[in-house]
C-alpha cells in the first residue's frame, strides 16, 4: 500500500489493475529470484486494501500505530548518537496531500 503511494497511485482501484504486475510483484516479496511471479496469488485487491485502511484507521489502532513511530524513531536516533541521548532534535514534518474523489462522509 505505500509503495502505491509513493509511486503517485491515487487510490485503492488502482490495486487491482496493479495485481499481477510483475514488478510490484516482486518489489514488494520476500522471496528470492523469480519465485513471486510463478505464485497464482496475486497482490492485495481493492476490497481487501480497504478493509485493512479502515482497521488502521479505528482509534485503539492509531494508538498503537502512534507509540511504535514514536518508537521507530527514538531507536534510530539512538542508534545514530552511539545510544546517547541527543541534546537536540528538529521535527520537520511535510504533509503529502492526498486527493480523494466523490462526495463520502469526512473525505477532504
Known amino acids: ?45 481493492q476490497p481487501t486494501l480497504s478493509r485493512f485502511t479502515e482497521m488502521l484507521a479505528r482509534p485503539e489502532n492509531l494508538k498503537v ?14 542508534a545514530e548518537n552511539g545510544g546517547a541521548r541527543r541534546t537536540r532534535i528538529t521535527l520537520d514534518v511535510d504533509s503529502l496531500p492526498v486527493e480523494v474523489h466523490g462526495h463520502r462522509p469526512k473525505a477532504e
Open 65 to 78: 500505530l502512534r507509540e511504535a513511530a514514536l518508537e521507530l524513531v527514538g531507536r534510530n536516533l539512538r
Open 1 to 45: 500500500m505505500l509503495l502505491l503511494v509513493a509511486q503517485g497511485w491515487r487510490d485503492h482501484d488502482d490495486a487491482d489493475a496493479l495485481r499481477d504486475d510483475p514488478a510490484m510483484r516482486l518489489s514488494i516479496s520476500s522471496s528470492a529470484g523469480l519465485t513471486p511471479l510463478t505464485e497464482e496469488v496475486g497482490l492485495a485487491s
